[in-house]
């Protein structure tokens, strides 16, 4: 099984790094919180303390055209917040 992993940078997420050294990532749906915590912790090189997950709900989208109203809805998700040890900090910038 193929996990993947991508770090979500918003407002919101920089806030919970910097108060409680939390980083937010959205995953693959069927990937568990060991394995999640596995892939952290050789990609960015920092000790795991705690990995919480949530599955985000898809919201239903819809909008006016010329041919009249479409209606969709967007792809459920999963986002995993990873709690790093003290002192430890996670560069998502550092690969560019």
């Known amino acids: 099984m193929d996990i993947t992993i991508q770090p979500i940078v918003t407002e919101k997420a920089t ?10 990532f959205r995953v693959s749906p069927e990937a568990n919180k060991y394995q999640i915590k596995m892939m952290v912790e ?15 709900r ?7 055209t010329k041919s009249g109203l479409l209606r ?6 999963k986002k995993a917040f990873i709690t790093v040890g003290e002192g430890q900090t996670i560069d998502f910038y550092s690969n560019i």
């Open 15 to 24: 806030k919970l790094s910097e108060k409680l050294n939390r980083y937010t």
């Open 42 to 56: 050789k990609l960015y090189g920092v000790k795991v303390v705690n990995v919480n997950t949530a599955v985000v």
């Open 58 to 64: 898809g919201k239903n989208k819809s909008r006016w």
């Open 72 to 77: 969709g809805k967007t792809s459920a998700y």
